[in-house]
């Protein structure tokens, strides 16, 4: 992690406030930092807030491992309408007057824990013949979303009544909290959809860590954004190190081959040089060849 020359290099933790697309924040992060590139590690509906990491600088070559962990999810799913978005800003679509008691609930949570067969929302950035999903529902079309294999570690009920309840989820990579929420109504007898939607923590990004966009732009004029901004290699946690040599570094940073005598492991590695990572690297029987170069 470094800021040297106003020029960043990590990740933020924006606690993404509602109405704003994802899209949008990363652009204010990026006028708020100066910082160009600049990304973010799954995208989080305009209606709903919470962790979205942020990455500055060389840390954009990491989000494509930051989109595989674990996510965590608050969620509130109102019963009695099924909408066209699945979530409170959609259309109504369907209604039903049946309302499932929080024993009844509990009692079907289960089922929807562990690898599981879901079907997309129709309004999703998922491309079907070339075209996003949403362009083809907001156009009027039905879009063919064909069902996906997703997992859930574990899903939690909070609190409740016979209008809504409150659940937690922890779920992996492609999981849709929207098609839970019609998927539960669905199960119960009944019609759901998401009324509030929180995402508590991305891996090692927390909701304790996110700071809101007003207090990046206090840091960022006070130049005290370092104390926020977490180190590049936070994506990386569980990809194995390799420690190199002065030589062996330069090499690497050139796009060169080098041989290790013990490797630790085979596989994708993080070349590291006095406690800096110097790139993404490929570790094969005691050959190592750079795969993302990190130009810090």
Known sequence: MNVEGHRPHGWLVIDKPEGMTSSSVVGRVRRLTGTRPVGHAGTLDPLATGVLPVALGEAT??????????????????????RSTDDREGDV????????????????LPHFIGTLSQRPPAFSAIKVSGRRAYAIARSGGTPELADRTVVVYDLRLVSGDRNAVSLEVDCGKGFYVRALARDLGRSLGTLGYVQRLRRTRVGPFTESAAISLDSLGDLVHSARLIEVLQPLLTALDDIPALAVSDLDATKIRHGQRIMVSSPAVDGLVVVVHDGRPVALARSDHGSVAPVRVFNL
Request: aromatic share 10%.
């Open 61 to 82: 070559k990491t989000t494509s491992f930051a989109m595989t962990f674990t996510k965590s999810y608050r969620v509130t799913v109102a019963w009695g309408e099924e």
């Open 93 to 108: 679509v369907a209604a039903s007057g049946r309302r499932p008691t929080v024993e009844e609930v509990s009692a079907a």
